[in-house]
């Protein structure tokens, strides 16, 4: 999908809902449809072998979930856990999988005028989940496509083909 079909696609279905989340300095969103619950962080149970960035598996009601350190994922300086630190599970197309990510702020809605098209630069986020910029005031979100980003073949969490 092309960076305007992304743009039409945003600002053809009106306002939508964003859950914030600070990685460091930054602030992103992510449509909160995606989103099942939020959790305190708990150390998950290591899995061998696992990339850097899956911090391990938790056990949440029955259910198995891959939890994901999004400031590693995203290349950013390690930061210590705190009570700030949260996990956001996220429910992609039936996968349950758990983000840590420094702190959540709020449910933002915003109008199809408040997106912009995200620069074409190279970062360590796969431009293709980048769904835009957000900017409501002076603040000024990262909106990602949490649902691409986790199927991304490095990430492997979410079957592209489900």
Do not use: H, W
């Not at 995606?34 to 029955?62: C, D, H």
């Not at 702020?105 to 098209?117: C, F, G, T």
């Not at 630069?121 to 989940?129: C, M």
Request: glycine residues 6%.
């Amino acid at each position: 999908m092309g960076m305007m079909e992304k743009m039409e696609e945003l600002t053809s279905t009106g306002a939508r809902e964003y859950l914030t989340f600070r990685l460091d300095t930054e602030e992103y969103g992510i449509d909160i449809l995606k989103v099942q619950e939020i959790r305190g962080y708990e150390p998950p149970t290591r899995v061998a072998n696992a990339p850097s960035f899956i911090k391990g598996v938790v056990n949440l009601r029955g259910t198995i979930v891959p939890i994901v350190d999004m400031r590693l994922k995203f290349n950013c300086e390690k930061a210590e856990y705190n009570s700030f630190t949260v996990v956001i599970i996220l429910n992609l197309r039936n996968r349950i999988v758990g983000i840590v990510v420094d702190s959540v702020s709020d449910v933002m809605e915003l109008p199809p005028e408040a997106l912009k098209a995200a620069p074409d630069i190279d970062s360590v986020i796969d431009s293709s989940a980048v769904m835009g910029l957000g900017s409501l005031g002076e603040r000024m979100l990262i909106l990602l496509d949490i649902e691409r980003l986790m199927s991304a073949p490095d990430m492997g969490l979410v079957s592209s083909e489900e």
